[in-house]
């Protein structure tokens, strides 16, 4: 069978050809039909035959058999399949030449019922494929996880695949072994959102923080009744180099951040003890993991995290505590495609601006005019007038150069706000690192601006 599990790209296939791939090494002595005939008392026996999200009316699932009469119509139906000789053509799935079958919702997902021809192509009864992959995606139940719909993760690596595979199918395996399997594996998340920024970071922490290459794609679906449904999220390789990097330098301090950008009821968050309360008591991750996350949902919309950093940063500096702009610097490289040359001058700039700050002792001033930009212009006359500052001062550095202002620090296509905001973060990073105290609470509160696609 080793020839018949190469991927075909499509998510739901992948996955079953996976598991099946799994189970038979461990029963090297059982044939395809006996590992069908396996699975399906699995489902019957142990599962009690819950598995409709996935296969709607089939035989496992439909209630016209009862127990050993439904294990015994799937074995039934898969020989049917195996011995058909008509509908010859090439697999949906897999693209071999073979003897099709029709499979509607019964053996596959989301794929329309057999009663609404006009669904498929030349209006078949069905979405045709080839008997091997209809016999792997009938061992699709081991390799999702139930998060109030089903979850199933998609990886381009073979280490993705290999940590999906251990979250799914080996446990499941296990706890068969067990006997404490009684359906469907349950995930601990029902928001998607929080969940495949969870599972990245597990596979990224397995694997030594190594992976460069993956993005990860989750299918959050349900094949049930007139509830049919799926929705996709993705995690970008950007974002995942962004995420891997992270967590191999700064993994408590994204923590904390990530932390206090969750949106509780009821809840507040205590900046002496980083951690959220309900009435003087933490709030656990338990209550909390499946509430809405500002900041998964910006990276996963591709909205920029940058104005939250600077409010984390700012209020880092009130409470004295740390501020690590490796986070920003990691986000504007591998997201936004911000090149180093940039980020050192940016970095630069905010050297020489810290100095003039120090020289006047006047840091508010200063902070208020940049945090303050709402504009591009207003971030150009911010520091066109540091600029001039520092020349009236007679100081001999100049802040920035004529074809570095032009090349680097506002290059045409690059976006003003992310300028300012990593300019922010490394001044509030500047002045912890100073342990200068300043009254910032009045420094008006950065909001990403409104007008993103006006030029610089």
């Known amino acids: 069978m080793e020839n018949i599990f190469q991927r075909t790209g499509d998510p739901f296939i992948d996955a079953g050809g996976m598991a099946l791939e799994y189970i ?49 119509a799937t074995i039934s139906k898969f020989k049917e399949i195996k011995n058909s000789s008509n509908n ?25 019922s057999k009663a609404f021809v006009n ?44 940590y999906w595979k251990h979250k799914t199918v080996q446990e499941n395996l296990n706890r068969i072994s067990r006997g404490s399997s009684e359906t469907i594996l349950k995930s601990k998340f029902t928001r ?16 030594d923080y190594k992976l460069e290459s993956e993005h990860i794609t989750m299918y959050h679906f349900t094949n049930f009744s007139s509830s049919v449904d799926c929705k996709i999220s993705t995690i970008p390789n950007p974002v995942f180099r962004f995420i891997n990097l992270v967590l191999k330098t700064s993994a408590r301090e994204w923590y904390n ?46 909205k920029s995290i940058l104005p939250s950093l600077v409010r984390y940063s700012k209020k880092q500096l009130i409470k004295e505590k740390t501020i690590d702009s490796r986070i920003a610097i990691y986000y504007v490289q591998e997201v936004k495609g911000m090149t180093s040359e940039q980020i050192s001058l940016i970095k630069s700039v905010g050297g020489r601006i810290f100095e003039i700050m120090q020289q006047e002792n006047n840091f508010k001033k200063y902070m208020v005019k940049l945090e303050g930009a709402t504009k591009a212009y207003q ?66 509160q950065i909001n990403e601006p409104l007008e993103e696609n006006e030029g610089i």
């Open 24 to 72: 038979s090494e461990q029963f090297p002595e059982k044939s395809i039909d006996e590992l069908i005939e396996w699975a399906a008392k699995i489902y019957v026996e142990k599962w009690r035959a819950k598995i409709d999200a996935i296969f709607l009316n089939s035989s496992i699932t439909h209630n016209s058999k009862q127990g050993a009469e439904k294990v015994t």
């Open 88 to 112: 010859e053509g090439y697999c949906r799935f897999c693209g071999k030449e073979a003897f099709l079958t029709d499979a509607g919702r019964d053996q596959t997902c989301l794929a329309g």
């Open 119 to 162: 669904f498929h192509h030349s209006h078949e009864s069905g979405i045709m494929i080839c008997p091997e992959c209809a016999e792997k995606y009938f061992f699709l139940p081991f390799a999702v996880l139930q998060m109030g719909n089903l979850c199933l993760l998609q990886t381009i690596t073979e280490e993705g695949n290999e």
């Open 192 to 207: 998607a959102s929080n969940a495949i920024f969870h599972f990245a970071s597990e596979l990224i922490t397995a694997c």
């Open 257 to 302: 951040f990530i932390y206090r950008n969750y949106h509780i009821g009821g809840a507040k968050w205590n900046d002496e003890t980083d951690r959220w309360e309900k009435k003087g008591e933490p709030v656990e991750e338990d209550e909390y993991r499946n509430h809405t996350n500002s900041i998964f949902n910006s990276l996963l919309e591709g």
């Open 379 to 444: 971030l150009r006359t911010a520091i066109l007038n540091i600029i001039k500052k520092n020349y009236t001062t007679g100081n001999e550095r100049t802040i920035v150069t004529f074809d570095e202002w032009v090349n680097y620090l506002f290059p045409d296509g690059q976006y003003w706000g992310e300028i300012r905001d990593l300019l922010l973060v490394f001044l509030y990073e500047k002045l912890h690192s100073g342990r200068i105290k300043i009254d910032i609470d009045d420094v008006e």
